[in-house]
């Protein structure tokens, strides 16, 4: 168990604001005595139960083996506590109730941005160069999705021969996943794992999943953008890792790339990493200090 006196020092990942994520996994949670507590072994003789500071986090995970009581959800409504069910070490996302966080200066500045071309395109820019490293010329979106796609085949082909993996090419049928070679596989998995941080950075911060600055058709947009910004440093490496991986084990592709992904997740704080970015690319910090926003990046 966790040290201090309520166990949950780790497992709070600090924010810019102060506000934090709660992981919790196999037991209840409910409210004992008006307060919010977390049971774990509840059918034992002697359970463990954590008193929850619910007031200083902005958003509880709960993690497989977990259930929660009415009683719970009307004290995190009622105080504004997000909170979400996840997978193992959060490498999958499977719903998030909107609980109206009290904040709305993510989502004002992200739709500022959004609803100006010019400034749209201008955090489109600022997106690709965080990704490749480079701030490119262009201000056409489909020139930048070119050269990026361009250069992401270059990158599949670079970390296949740095993982020793035999590499055919990019595939991907919709309709029949599985139907694709072993990396390819990986590849599918980690992508999964990696845009479920990055709902959950989204939706910790209570930004607008819808609007994307360079996904735009998916109701996950925004998601989409901000799991891209580590495509190259952590969905690669997690894919290609497990790919290797599955040429001398017998658990499935999906159980490795999950494995790896918790492994790589906890060791790089890959949440706590993508709500920094997403203040960056949205500059909240010219919101704090009054900066003008539209300079190029």
């Not at 590499?167 to 139907?179: E, L, Q």
Request: net charge positive.
């Amino acid at each position: 168990m966790l040290k201090g006196r309520l166990g949950l020092e780790k497992a709070r990942i600090p924010h810019a604001d102060r506000h934090g994520l709660l992981w919790l996994s196999r037991g209840e949670l409910c409210v004992i005595d008006g307060c919010l507590h977390f049971v774990r072994g509840k059918d034992s003789l002697t359970p463990g139960i954590d008193q929850i500071p619910h007031q200083a986090v902005s958003m509880i995970l709960l993690g497989p083996g977990s259930s929660v009581t009415q009683d719970a959800l009307r004290l995190l409504a009622r105080h504004g506590t997000l909170l979400a069910a996840v997978g193992e070490d959060g490498v999958r996302s499977y719903t998030a109730p909107p609980l109206l966080p009290d904040r709305s200066d993510v989502a004002r500045r992200q739709a500022e941005l959004w609803g100006s071309p010019k400034r749209r395109i201008s955090v489109a820019r600022h997106m690709y160069a965080l990704r490749l490293g480079e701030v490119l010329p262009h201000r056409d979106l489909d020139t930048l999705r070119g050269i990026e796609g361009a250069r992401v085949k270059t990158m599949y082909g670079l970390m296949a021969q740095k993982h020793g993996i035999t590499w055919k090419g990019r595939h991907y049928d919709r309709a029949n996943p599985n139907a694709a070679d072993i990396p390819n596989q990986a590849i599918n998995h980690a992508a999964t794992a990696v845009q479920a941080a990055a709902a959950i950075a989204v939706q910790a911060v209570a930004a607008l999943p819808p609007l994307g600055f360079i996904h735009e058709d998916s109701g996950q947009s925004f998601v989409l953008d901000i799991a891209d910004l580590y495509r190259d440093s952590v969905t690669l490496h997690i894919a290609f890792t497990a790919a290797r991986q599955a040429e001398k084990s017998s658990d499935t592709v999906d159980r490795l790339v999950r494995r790896e992904a918790a492994t790589v997740f906890r060791k790089r704080q890959l949440i706590a990493s993508m709500i920094d970015s997403i203040q960056k690319v949205l500059r909240m910090d010219e919101v704090e200090h009054g900066a003008g926003d539209d300079r190029d990046p």
